[in-house]
């Protein structure tokens, strides 16, 4: 299993970065999907899920209505679209990949390597 993330990047507060997440080695429409990120000196924090089918979605308080989630069963690809960004939100970006939704790590079978995303005061 590989789940390969990219789009960080360094951007102004208030800019927009677009993460993806490109999955191979597992039949990627049979998992929920989630974005967690990890400052420095800081846990690693839920951002986002969306279910398999992608009905369904939940997000991390700090970021409802700023960030929107989204995936492509046919091109196996988690996004993470991010909108408004402050420099709060600098962080390294984690996608993974698990059967039970929800906000835990523990939830989640598969990592990604991480992208970083800084933003700029």
């Known amino acids: 299993v590989q789940l390969q993330a990219s789009g960080g990047g360094l951007v102004q507060a208030g800019g927009s970065l677009r993460l993806s997440c490109a999955a191979s080695g597992l039949t990627f429409s049979n998992y929920d999907m989630a974005w967690f990120r990890q400052a420095p000196g800081k846990e690693r924090e839920f951002v986002a899920v969306?279910?398999?089918?992608?009905?369904?979605?939940s997000y991390a308080d700090s970021v409802k209505g700023r960030f929107t989630i989204s995936r492509d069963n046919y091109k196996n690809t988690l996004y993470l679209q991010m909108n408004s960004l402050k420099s709060e939100d600098t962080a390294v970006y984690y996608c993974?990949?698990?059967?039970?939704?929800?906000?835990?790590?523990?939830?989640?079978?598969?990592w990604g390597q991480g992208t970083q995303v800084t933003v700029s005061s």
């Open positions: 969306i279910s398999w089918g992608g009905r369904s979605t």
């Open positions: 993974a990949a698990g059967r039970r939704f929800g906000r835990s790590t523990e939830n989640y079978d598969h």
